[in-house]
């Protein structure tokens, strides 16, 4: 009897570090719906990449932060696949800024993506998670949510409360039969980080044990471990894989 094929969601999978968890799972024989928000041509290339990899691949178009493209996203994974196993809430953005200097749109924009997006996607997801009575959600936190740096009381907010709705959300769903994690990334060799990797590199290797930023795979390896059933025993954590990274 064949085993039916598993079906993950990662969304901002056009590039950078959730272009590398669609591949990671890809391997491991998921089914891959890519989500992405703008570049459409970005996330072909990744669909192709997954395609070579022999896993079947969905694109979706869906700004996060919006409620209604995510229930419209949920239900044409639904209509394509009938059901989610796995979720990774992957899709983020920084705009560092020191607080006296920001304005309220800073904040808000952040906030609508980094968390507001996170609880959109959970909310589909659980739903129909909760009705399998199995599943496993993993949320992209930061470093920053511990150990930010100067103009990031935006970022390192809304990654504080990634962390604390992952907590909360593994206690409501864990009698349901779904693990839900975060994995908080140090910095990372992707688009998001290109400015500060080229404005500070000395900083970043005095607070980094191991002397050298991470890669997206080494970050996607971890989520791969978390989304498979090699970590059963495995809930409301959150995942460091930073190099060692030291408060300031
Ligand atoms: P990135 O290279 O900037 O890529 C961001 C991805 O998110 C893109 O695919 C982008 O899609 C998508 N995206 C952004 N806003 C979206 C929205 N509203 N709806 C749907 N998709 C959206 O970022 P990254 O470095 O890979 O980071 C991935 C995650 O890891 C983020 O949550 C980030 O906060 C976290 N993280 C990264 C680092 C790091 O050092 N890189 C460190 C800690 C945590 P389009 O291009 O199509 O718009």
Do not use: H
């Not at 932060?65 to 044409?76: K, R, T």
């Amino acid at each position: 009897m064949s085993v039916p094929q598993k079906t993950a969601l990662v969304t901002g999978a056009s590039r950078g570090i959730g272009a590398a968890i669609a591949l990671n799972l890809a391997a491991k024989g998921f089914a891959i719906v890519i989500n992405y928000r703008s570049d459409e041509a970005a996330a072909q290339d990744v669909a192709r990449q997954v395609r070579e990899l022999g896993a079947e691949c969905l694109l979706l178009r869906a700004d996060v932060a919006n409620a209604g493209e995510v229930g419209a996203m949920f239900a044409a994974i639904d209509a394509r696949f009938g059901q989610l196993d796995v979720l990774v809430c992957n899709a983020g953005v920084l705009r560092d800024t020191l607080l006296g200097a920001s304005e309220a749109a800073d904040f808000d924009a952040v906030f609508a993506v980094n968390i507001g997006g996170v609880v959109n996607c959970c909310r589909e997801a659980s739903r129909r998670m909760v009705s399998r009575r199995r599943g496993v959600i993993v949320n992209l936190s930061s470093v920053a949510a511990t150990r930010p740096g100067r103009g990031q009381s935006n970022y390192a907010a809304s990654k504080g409360a990634v962390e604390a709705f992952t907590r909360a959300l593994a206690v409501e769903l864990a009698p349901r039969g779904v693990r839900v994690n975060a994995v908080a990334p140090g910095v990372i060799e992707t688009d998001m980080t290109r400015d500060i990797r080229m404005l500070a590199p000395d900083e970043l290797n005095r607070r980094i044990l191991l002397k050298r930023v991470g890669s997206a795979r080494e970050v996607a390896a971890v989520v791969g471990f978390l989304c498979s059933d090699e970590a059963s025993y495995v809930t409301a954590q959150v995942w460091n894989v930073d190099g060692g990274f030291k408060a300031e």
